[in-house]
């Protein structure tokens, strides 16, 4: 039932949660981003994206029970953090906007070739 939208708009949302940005990205990434297929994306932001993705669990786990996702945070910077939630809000606001154009050209009305009675007549 979520869609890539409603994904990024929980991501975003949990990103203002009061907590420490090393902890709401991680959550942002765990609970909602992870969900996200790269096929569901708009092309422009299918690259950073991946980007995200690579940057979050790029660091192999070095402790028992830990995942790559723990294990890249917890040696993230705050500063390292923020970037990526800045990338979060900046992808939802472009799949909200590319959602919002293909909406736009699904439902605008067809046109009808419609026929003026008196050119008919003639």
């Known amino acids: 039932m979520n869609t890539t939208l409603d994904l990024f708009e929980a991501a975003t ?9 090393k902890d709401r990205i991680a959550d942002a990434y765990r609970n909602y981003l992870v969900y996200i297929h790269e096929e569901d994306l708009p092309v422009d932001v299918c690259e950073e994206f991946r980007a995200l993705a ?7 786990p070095e402790l ?4 790559p996702l723990r294990a890249t945070v917890r040696k993230m910077s705050n500063n390292d953090a923020e970037v990526a939630a800045s990338a979060v809000v900046r992808m939802f606001g472009a799949v909200s906007r590319a959602m919002a154009v293909s909406h736009e050209t699904t ?6 070739n419609v026929v003026p ?3 008919a007549a003639g």
């Not at 690579?54 to 192999?60: C, I, K, M, Q, S």
């Open 54 to 60: 690579d940057t979050l669990t790029r660091v192999d």
């Open 64 to 67: 028992r029970g830990d995942d």
């Open 117 to 119: 009675l008196h050119a």
């Open 13 to 21: 949302v949990s990103l203002t949660k009061a907590a420490p940005i």
């Open 107 to 112: 439902t605008s009305s067809p046109k009808t």
